[in-house]
């Protein structure tokens, strides 16, 4: 049985309020933001004790952290890119400091619109060199880096998606696979090269990326961008997903051997209302196909 955990960016509580309900309707863990203001960001945990009762609302809760999705949206990696870079080292240095989970979450973290001037060949080498430094790094501290790519910033693309990662190729290095981000990537919503969708849907790109999915988002799609220009994420059963397929797809052909299922229900409206349905949802496939 996989462990399963809910992304706490979705949900605005305080994480005392938000672990103290996960873990009555029987979560195992919180998929852990850092955003502000609730999430564990440096500018927040700015002291030894802050950062020590931060920690200590877990284990008041019995809970773990899955993963830990650093905060860097507020800079461009392409047009701020020594910014960029600063804000990862400064994340790097809290989550080692909290010592809650190993597994960081990384994004592209500019919009899927080239720069002037750049083409998509040089903006693919740029993240490959970035990506196996922040990994090299990330290793230093004993940490795992998962990519999270999505519509929302820039190589989307399955077959791009599988190149970098193969270039990456660092043995702490791997992807996040929202299947929601999936599902809409293989639709070829704000893809930057042509010709990239993907006639068999999630669980081809599964086939794609075999070996290298590090961690698994779960949650619903109905093939629909967002007001912010990414997936819309659906709770499930309002999207197209056919989880009874792509769940042990996932587990036998994708060779997906994390500890987690986490669910994500970023930027859904009322969030909080759905969350046991939805650990209700993942526990049901859980028991089916992991036991």
């Not at 791009?160 to 696979?177: G, I, M, T, Y």
């Not at 997936?231 to 059963?237: E, K, L, M, N």
Request: with cysteine; aromatic share 12%.
């Amino acid at each position: 049985m996989k462990k399963i955990s809910v992304g706490s960016w979705a949900i605005p509580q305080t994480m005392i309020q938000l672990c103290e309900g996960a873990k009555k309707i029987g979560y195992d863990g919180i998929s852990l933001s850092g955003f502000k203001p609730y999430g564990a960001h440096p500018d927040l945990l700015d002291t030894p004790e802050k950062i020590r009762a931060y920690a200590q609302i877990f284990k008041d809760n019995d809970l773990e952290v899955a993963d830990f999705s650093l905060g860097l949206w507020a800079y461009d990696s392409l047009r701020q890119t020594d910014q960029w870079r600063a804000e990862y080292t400064r994340f790097l240095k809290c989550a080692a400091e909290l010592g809650l989970t190993k597994i960081m979450r990384v994004d592209t973290c500019t919009p899927p619109i080239l720069p002037e001037g750049m083409t998509f060949e040089a903006c693919k080498a740029f993240f490959v060199k970035h990506f196996k430094e922040m990994a090299k790094e990330a290793a230093t501290y004993g940490f795992d880096v998962v990519w999270e790519f999505e519509p929302g910033f820039i190589i989307n693309e399955p077959k791009n998606v599988k190149w970098v990662a193969e270039q990456v190729d660092e043995p702490n290095f791997s992807l996040l696979f929202d299947t929601c981000h999936a599902y809409n990537c293989t639709l070829g919503h704000r893809h930057i090269e042509e010709g990239c969708k993907l006639e068999g849907s999630v669980n081809e790109f599964i086939d794609m990326v075999a070996g290298r999915i590090g961690l698994v988002h779960l949650i619903d799609c109905d093939g629909t961008l967002n007001d912010t220009g990414t997936s819309t994420h659906a709770p499930f059963g309002l999207g197209k997903i056919n989880f009874d397929s792509v769940i042990p797809h996932l587990l036998n052909e994708g060779g997906y051997k994390g500890e987690w299922w986490a669910i994500d229900l970023c930027e859904w409206e009322n969030a909080w209302e759905v969350t046991a349905d939805c650990y209700k949802f993942v526990d049901a496939l859980n028991r089916k196909y992991c036991n």
